[in-house]
């Protein structure tokens, strides 16, 4: 990320704390945010673990850390801790120990599968630097809180671009199911943020956001500023400036969230407005020339790839908003920051998108419009369709690099295994950096969209 950017964040949310309104309290006991219907679905939560947790300063430090991450638990306690630990199996969790923590501490945590990384914060570090390739989920060890705030903020960052997406796999013996199944959540989707924004969306997103954010200080300052600016025309700039936002977005497609969609549905469909608009543009630029390459590093299953690679046709459709780079570095970069779990891999997507190609999702090259124009970010709009065309496996490259190419919503489909047979499997919908299937029943339709 650039450090420009990151500095005048870190400025803003220093000015925006105070001691009122934090998440959670000592030991994790339930604040009045907790209480409310919008809690715990970010797809990342800050946990940290200090004995004078208590302190004014430390207090302070909490507020500002939740600019980053608006789910903080706080504790002082370690029994405490490891039970809560043990119940947010559904977030990546973010650690923060003061220097107290010894090394069978670390070690207990780091094992676990969805914590992606630990910071020891300390006046007085007395923890070797080599213990870092002991724990290659230990990310710092420092006594300075900006160098904290900033590698924190660096690598939730990361993997926003790396493990956002929820992917659904279908291996039929015809291609029906699969394209019903599709057709009917892109369409109902569509139901949604298909027309223009009304004035009474907006001011439910405006409420959701402000339950939401009720306890989080850093961002009551910001919800101002979006109140007063988000449109058609902004809408792409909030979602790359604001994470704490676009999470919400794409926690509700990941999860189809219906409730949630309909609350946030003017934000998703001013992107839709915007986005369109930056399609058109962006594929008249390729008039002559229709075939651009991007890079997209992921986090996935182990077993999940396992059964990827079992087929030499294979489908994904992707339920989220994605992102991709005209820069494999920058894809690279930002999966060598992730540090994958004992169930978890890294892989790098190497996708072709034909321009001229009709009926895709739509795309468009967001750079311009970016908070972070060093990405050479394209954005990709939910329901995205891929075909796999190979999978290479390098052992000198380490990272499995995947090919394949957009493709239109309606297609048909032979899914067929290596030896020729046909196979049929139920959908399969995969979470890409835990180690479970998701609950089919995740994606029911909605009491009032049982036919489209």
Not at 108 to 119: D, E, G, L, M, W
Not at 353 to 375: F, M, P
Request: glycine residues 2%; proline residues 3%.
């Amino acid at each position: 990320m650039n450090q420009s950017t990151i500095h005048q964040e870190y400025s803003r949310s220093r000015n925006n704390f105070s001691r009122r309104r934090l998440h959670a309290g000592v030991d994790g006991t339930e604040s009045v945010m907790e209480q409310r219907s919008l809690h715990n679905i970010d797809r990342y939560c800050l946990v940290w673990f200090d004995t004078e947790i208590s302190l004014d300063r430390n207090i302070r430090m909490q507020a500002h850390l939740r600019s980053i991450l608006n789910d903080l638990f706080v504790f002082k306690d370690l029994g405490h801790l490891e039970g809560k630990v043990q119940k947010l199996k559904e977030q990546k969790i973010f650690f923060i120990f003061n220097g107290s923590a010894d090394k069978h501490l670390i070690n207990r945590i780091h094992r676990r599968a969805q914590v992606a990384a630990i910071y020891v914060y300390c006046k007085r570090p007395h923890w070797d630097e080599h213990l870092r390739p002991i724990f290659p989920k230990l990310k710092s060890i420092t006594n300075d809180f900006g160098s904290l705030w900033k590698n924190l903020k660096n690598d939730v960052h990361a993997y926003e671009k790396v493990d956002n997406a929820r992917i659904i796999s279908s291996i039929t013996q015809t291609s029906n199911e699969f394209s019903e199944y599709q057709d009917n959540l892109i369409r109902l989707w569509a139901s949604y943020y298909n027309r223009e924004p009304s004035y009474e969306e907006k001011e439910l997103l405006l409420k959701t956001l402000s339950e939401y954010f009720y306890t989080n200080e850093s961002m009551h300052n910001v919800l101002k500023e979006f109140k007063d600016t988000i449109g058609p025309t902004t809408a792409i700039n909030w979602y790359t400036r604001e994470s704490l936002i676009s999470r919400l977005v794409n926690h509700a497609f990941r999860t189809s969230d219906w409730n949630l969609i309909e609350k946030l549905r003017y934000f998703i469909g001013c992107l839709y407005m915007q986005l369109t608009l930056e399609h058109s543009l962006f594929v008249k630029r390729y008039h002559e020339n229709p075939f651009i390459t991007l890079y997209r590093g992921q986090l996935m299953n182990r077993l999940d790839f396992d059964r990827l690679i079992k087929f030499s046709s294979r489908i994904l459709f992707l339920t989220s908003f994605i992102s991709a780079s005209f820069q494999e570095h920058v894809a690279m970069n930002f999966i060598n920051a992730c540090e994958p779990s004992y169930n978890e891999m890294r892989l790098l997507f190497k996708i072709i998108i034909n321009t001229d190609l009709k009926g895709t999702q739509l795309y468009a090259d967001i750079t311009h419009l970016s908070t972070y124009v060093h990405e050479e970010e394209v954005l990709i709009m939910s329901g995205a369709t891929f075909i796999v065309t190979d999978i290479l496996l390098n052992t000198q490259r380490k990272v499995p690099i995947v090919l394949m190419e957009l493709c239109p919503n309606q297609q048909e489909y032979d899914f067929k295994g290596d030896n020729g047979d046909s196979f049929q499997v139920i959908p399969e919908l995969f979470d890409p950096a835990e180690n479970r299937v998701a609950n089919p029943q995740d994606n029911r339709l909605p009491p009032h969209k049982t036919q489209l």
